[in-house]
């Protein structure tokens, strides 16, 4: 009696488990398909861009179809050409010459005055603190006019200065903000110990506070050197001639000199634009999720 | 020289905390001074002060004959090993230890001389390239010591340098630091320590003095032996030790004969002649009575009727090679420490049973209630 007992109860107890195995399996394929349903629409437009420019111009805008029907090359090949005197090259590069000395500007300015907020007693630390954390809040529009206005009179107009010399000031709140939450979670031990060692405040910064920022300064530069890349409004009002353009305004430039868009040239050379930015991120993909958590998280 | 003598030293925090209250302190060239406290004694504080990364409030602090009041720390001649060891995480051991060298400018050289010979002093040799994360605690540690050795301090600065280690590595650790500062002062380096810590058994096995403090005073400063044998006071005879000293409200009460015994519960403790006189120069009548377990004995025959008390025995706790045996007189509860065979030939199952008790008393202290102070000494 009790045998059946014990046996029936074990084959209850599989078939239990069995069931519930596949409750978990059905459960798991409809939510990959939810996920994947998703990640398809978002990616949608980008996998369209890159089809469309191998497609014909005429054949664009006429099907939903991802693969071109007639396979052609000359949407890079025209669009790189561009309809003025410079290649698309000469954009590309013109983006780098503002891009990297913003980037740097930024990290280096950024850096030094987090570090003073996060270590450095300061007389009213806290409105300071609280007006950086303002400026953050502050839309940026707000300030295009008078900035103009102040370029206007420095004489930097039509050059790359006034996109990047703000940055040398730590202007942008939200760096500084977001490496002062992440130096506020390092433990302050390793530079007591360099300062027994000998560090005086700059070789502590350079010696142990950089190298140990190392994560949130590759997400502070990611950042920059995305947003800077796909800035369009700044490059707008401060460039004027075409052969200092950058790419943002390059594409907007085959659009309005052309009476008829080649649109199959415009997304080539946009799919080729983002190219910079996705490999520079999957360089830095790892750190640059551990400098955002991290520095979310501890501060 | 490295004498290290502080002189009414304070530290008062911005929002008016003191917490440090004007301490005075000598620590003898090649010493090993222990700070012991409880937490928040302001022992850290004042280990930070004497480095330099806290600021002073009052007094001064002089380092060999240098006072060192305003002095960066790197310019005091100290050396400090961190509770969480403090190494950069970013540098090998090798770096690690030449790091201070390499900021004095040292040449090449000679930082890899220095580094491979405190690297042999500490059996770090084979982990040299390895990076701090690729350490046990135990080796972290001990490259926290090197880093300090490797700089030729005048002065070692130890922050609770053990309590991230398990027992037993703690254990072996303490020793390896004892000898190392034997070692140093054989070679005539200098050797004056600074040791701070909250246990014990490391204050006691280690130091050369001890000095225990509480909440930013110095409560005594002593050999580790004078302290457990002479406490100053309550604070000192309840904190070191354990199981803690058997500690009892009473009264004093004169005799006649100029004598004086202590009232327990309807029954007497007399005080031997040697304590006798210096109580009554003292004299107080709310007292504490202090006896630490190991001069409790059982009584027998012999024992002087005026040092015997009778109790009942509460709880045995059997640590091994002896018992400890707490028992109860009227409400006052106490605790013995009774060898083994001695328990198991005389005291088993005597739980709930009455028992005599013969209180050494040449080995008891009488706390004055009031001050705490000890009126025995």
């Not at chain 1, 977001?178 to 007591?192: A, H, S, V, W, Y």
């Not at chain 2, 960066?72 to 690690?96: C, T, W």
């Not at chain 2, 990076?131 to 070692?156: E, H, N, W």
């Not at chain 2, 014990?200 to 457990?228: F, S, W």
Request: hydrophobic letters at 45%; aromatic letters at 10%.
């Amino acid at each position: 009696m009790n045998k059946t007992f014990v046996n029936r109860s074990v084959a209850e107890s599989n078939s239990y488990v069995k069931a519930e195995l596949r409750k978990e399996k059905i459960g798991a394929a409809v939510r990959y398909f939810i996920l994947l349903l998703c990640g398809l629409v978002m990616l949608y437009p980008l996998f369209w861009m890159f089809s469309a420019a191998f497609k014909p111009n005429h054949e664009i805008f006429s099907s939903l179809s991802l693969w071109p029907s007639e396979f052609s090359l000359d949407g890079f090949i025209n669009g790189w050409n561009t309809g003025t005197e410079y290649t698309f090259g000469r954009f590309f590069l013109n983006t780098l010459w503002y891009v990297l000395p913003k980037v740097i500007l930024t990290v280096i300015s950024s850096v030094i005055v987090a570090y003073g907020f996060a270590r450095f007693d300061i007389p009213f630390k806290k409105f300071w603190f609280v007006t950086l954390v303002a400026t953050i809040l502050l839309p940026t529009s707000v300030l295009l006019i008078p900035q103009y206005l102040m370029f206007r009179e420095m004489g930097m107009l039509d050059s790359y200065m006034p996109l990047y010399l703000p940055m040398a000031f730590a202007t942008q709140g939200f760096f500084v903000f977001m490496l002062i939450q992440f130096l506020r979670g390092l433990p302050t031990d390793m530079e007591e110990a360099a300062q027994i060692d000998g560090c005086n405040s700059y070789q502590l910064l350079w010696y142990i506070v950089v190298p140990m920022l190392k994560p949130a300064i590759i997400s502070v530069a990611l950042f920059q050197f995305m947003w800077s890349v796909n800035d369009f409004l700044g490059p707008l009002i401060y460039i004027s001639s075409v052969e200092k353009y950058p790419i943002a305004l390059a594409l907007k430039l085959s659009i309005d000199v052309t009476e008829g868009t080649q649109w199959n040239e415009i997304l080539a050379m946009a799919s080729i634009a983002i190219v910079p930015s996705i490999v520079v991120f999957l360089i830095a993909q790892n750190y640059f999720v551990e400098g955002i958590t991290s520095g979310g998280v501890k501060g | 020289m490295s004498k290290v003598v502080l002189e009414n030293l304070t530290k008062i925090y911005s929002n008016g905390f003191e917490a440090v209250h004007g301490i005075n302190l000598e620590i003898e060239d090649g010493e090993f001074l222990v700070i012991i406290g409880p937490s928040g004694c302001a022992k850290s504080t004042t280990l930070r002060m004497l480095a330099g990364l806290e600021s002073i409030s009052g007094g001064s602090i002089t380092i060999g004959n240098m006072v060192v009041n305003s002095l960066p720390p790197k310019d005091r001649g100290i050396a400090m090993v961190f509770q969480n060891y403090a190494l950069y995480p970013h540098m090998s051991v090798r770096e690690n230890l030449g790091f201070g060298l390499k900021l004095a400018k040292v040449s090449k050289a000679d930082i890899e001389k220095q580094v491979n010979e405190a690297a042999e002093l500490l059996e770090l040799t084979p982990l040299l390239d390895r990076l701090p994360r690729q350490l046990s605690g135990g080796q972290a540690q001990r490259v926290a010591v090197g880093r300090a050795i490797v700089k030729r301090p005048q002065v070692f600065l130890f922050d609770e340098p053990l309590s991230n280690l398990d027992a037993k590595l703690r254990a072996s650790m303490r020793v390896r630091i004892s000898d190392l500062h034997k070692t140093l002062k054989k070679t005539n380096r200098s050797a004056t320590s600074v040791y701070v810590t909250h246990d014990q058994t490391e204050a006691m096995t280690m130091g050369d003095r001890i000095c225990v403090m509480k909440d930013g005073h110095i409560m005594q400063v002593d050999t580790p032996a004078n302290l457990y044998k002479y406490p100053n006071n309550l604070f000192v005879a309840g904190f070191i030790g354990a199981p803690e000293m058997n500690m009892v409200e009473t009264r004093l009460d004169r005799t006649g004969e100029g004598k004086c015994h202590l009232a327990m519960s309807g029954q007497i403790l007399g005080l031997p002649d040697a304590k006798l006189q210096k109580v009554l120069a003292n004299y107080t009548e709310d007292v504490v009575f202090g006896i630490r377990p190991e001069f409790i004995k059982l009584a027998d025959e012999n024992s002087p009727k005026d040092e015997v008390i009778k109790g009942t025995i509460g709880r045995m706790e059997n640590m091994g090679a002896e018992f400890y045996i707490h028992f109860t007189v009227e409400d006052r509860e106490m605790c013995t420490r009774i060898p083994a065979h001695i328990v198991e030939e005389k005291l088993l199952d005597s739980v709930g049973k009455e028992q005599l008790f013969h209180f050494e008393m040449q080995n008891g202290h009488i706390f004055d209630k009031q001050t705490e102070k000890n009126i025995s000494l």
